[in-house]
DNA sequence: GGTAAAGTTGAGGCCGGTGTCAAGATAGGG
DNA sequence: CCCTATCTTGACACCGGCCTCAACTTTACC
């Protein structure tokens, strides 16, 4: 149809946006400042918004195919072990390193990102892959039976909180906090719980960002 | 000595502020702009710089006192139980109410506030009632023993998160996630943890605002 | 009730960050 | 080689929040 689309020179700062966006993003978390992304890339901020026209466009073409890449594995791995509970294990923890390693992972496992549809998606994806992870540990009897997939975030927003607090001083303290948690988990270690687990609706909720507290 | 040392006007200027910043912090949290904090008092911001210097002199002013009080309470109604696990059940679940019901609590709980020295003094004589209550508990055989009193942090973190996250949806579904983690601190549920206690130097660290991720 | 000391105000400078747009630079087809 | 469509730039207006200070208002002592 139409002719050249985009000029070479136009080509090479989009790629280049799409790399230094990437890095920034691992580092820094999905709300690094955007001069941040520019500046690696050696182009000007103005560049960044006639390429994508805003963070939430930018974050969508460089985060969610990642994003999606690394949970999917994560989750085909789990599914992989004979042992259902060795397998649920496998994937909290993989998931857990995926937010120690890289910020941007972070915020899109704890849901702490501006609402873009891609990401939304890949969310909705994973978390239908934890079900049969965790359904599959329940069945064997492994699994504690109250546990529920909604309780999932739970363990990442905590996670996502040690990280951010000792991810300069002690980068491997979550490990230790994911080991009194998976005890707890257990079949065995399970006393009755006070209160129902997350609906889906009030988990969507939070996910669109309604339901955080004020501050 | 002194003859009159602040107007009556002024005296009643200073009260109004610090009942509206116990206010505006306990609803929004100890990073709340004075601005809120000024108007609520019916006043302008030039006056709480006037009266008090600075952000964390009002903190100081408004909120060790209650946070000293409020956390003796919890670590004294944990001792007098005659069952340890029972009283270091109640003093966790105490401190988390704190958190979910007063943001400001919440913000000296989790160690996310500016450094000012009275917190830092309330937080450090908390920590040694709290290393009491925990001691006890594995004295007694109930409290797994490779449970360290540092640990008690990641346990408020992720309070603290989960609050932030499902205040305004959920606001009893942080009970929920503490039954989990309660049920990993019971000594039967002990398995092997992959990595050692954050030492008080890490936490001091932690406590001082280095170490935390760069975003 | 005058006056000096005490108090308050709010505009304004600062910061870091977002998003925009007129003006200038450059690729690359003719 | 030129000319135009394409692309980039960086200064700018804007935001929310911090903190300051010269000008103004009020208290309360005499």
Same mark, same amino acid.
């Given at each position: +149809? ?12 989009? =790629?280049?946006? /799409? ?8 580092? *820094? ?25 805003? *963070?939430?466009?930018?974050?969508? !073409?460089? /985060? ?8 999917? @594995?994560?989750?085909?791995?789990? +599914?992989?072990? !004979? ?13 857990? =390193? ?9 915020? &899109? ?12 998606? /890949?969310?909705? *994806? ?5 079900? *049969? ?21 739970? &363990? ?5 909180m040690l990280i951010r607090f000792t991810a300069g001083t002690a980068p491997d303290a979550w490990r230790r906090s994911l080991g ?5 988990? @257990?079949?065995?270690?399970?006393? !009755?719980l006070p209160t129902a687990a997350l609906t889906p609706e009030q988990v969507e909720r939070v996910m669109a960002g309604r339901g955080r507290a004020p501050a």
């Amino acid at each position: +149809m139409s002719g050249r689309a985009v000029r070479a020179d136009a080509r090479r700062n989009i =790629e280049k946006l /799409v790399e230094s966006a990437a890095d920034v993003f691992r580092e *820094r978390g999905l709300h690094a400042p955007l001069e941040a992304v520019a500046q690696r890339a050696g182009v000007s901020t103005g560049t960044i918004y006639h390429r994508f026209g805003s *963070r939430e466009a930018l974050i969508d !073409a460089v /985060v969610p195919a990642y994003a999606e890449e690394q949970l999917d @594995r994560a989750a085909a791995d789990a +599914m992989a072990c !004979a042992d259902p509970w060795e397998g649920f294990v496998r994937y909290v923890e993989r998931v857990c =390193e995926l937010q120690a390693s890289n910020l941007a992972l972070n915020d &899109v496992i704890s849901r702490n990102h501006p609402g873009t549809a891609k990401l939304a998606e /890949v969310c909705h *994806r994973s978390q239908e892959q934890a079900r *049969r992870i965790a359904e599959r540990a329940q069945a064997d009897g492994a699994l504690r039976a109250d546990f529920a997939v909604e309780d999932l975030l739970f &363990v990442f927003w905590s996670n996502a909180m040690l990280i951010r607090f000792t991810a300069g001083t002690a980068p491997d303290a979550w490990r230790r906090s994911l080991g009194f948690t998976l005890d707890g988990l @257990r079949a065995g270690a399970a006393h !009755a719980l006070p209160t129902a687990a997350l609906t889906p609706e009030q988990v969507e909720r939070v996910m669109a960002g309604r339901g955080r507290a004020p501050a």
